[in-house]
């Protein structure tokens, strides 16, 4: 069956680096568009990055821009998320999501992964 499993998440300092995994099974992660989200405490999810099938990625959130980078190795089936210069606002749960489609747009998604906590201290 599909599953999205995270990882790579923990503590780290402001000004720091973290590199998310989201390793994918039971389907073709190239067939798919993929998403991150987050989701801080007290928060709502927001959309922070997709990737597009076949290549070609969107951003969501200002918040994240030159800072985060998705990325996916279609040979691991695993898509990924870089993230540098964190910020103590960069704190929440993070989750990937698969679109039921090859690009990304809209809020059309089937599957989730159950997270990876982030904390960024100051």
């Known amino acids: 069956q599909v599953q999205l499993v995270e990882s790579g998440g923990g503590l780290v300092q402001s000004g720091g680096s973290l590199r998310l995994s989201c390793a994918a099974s039971g389907f073709t992660l190239d067939y798919y568009a993929m998403a991150w989200f987050r989701q801080a405490p007290g928060k709502e999810r927001e959309g922070l990055l997709c990737a597009n099938s076949g290549g070609g990625s969107t951003s969501y959130a200002d918040s994240v821009k030159g800072r985060f980078t998705i990325s996916r190795d279609n040979a691991k089936n695993t898509l990924y998320l870089q993230m540098n210069s964190l910020k103590p606002e960069d704190t929440g749960v993070y989750y990937c999501?698969?679109?039921?489609?090859?690009?990304?747009?809209?809020?059309?998604?089937?599957?989730w992964g159950q997270g990876t906590q982030v904390i960024v201290s100051s």
């Open positions: 999501a698969r679109y039921r489609k090859r690009y990304c747009g809209g809020s059309n998604f089937d599957y």
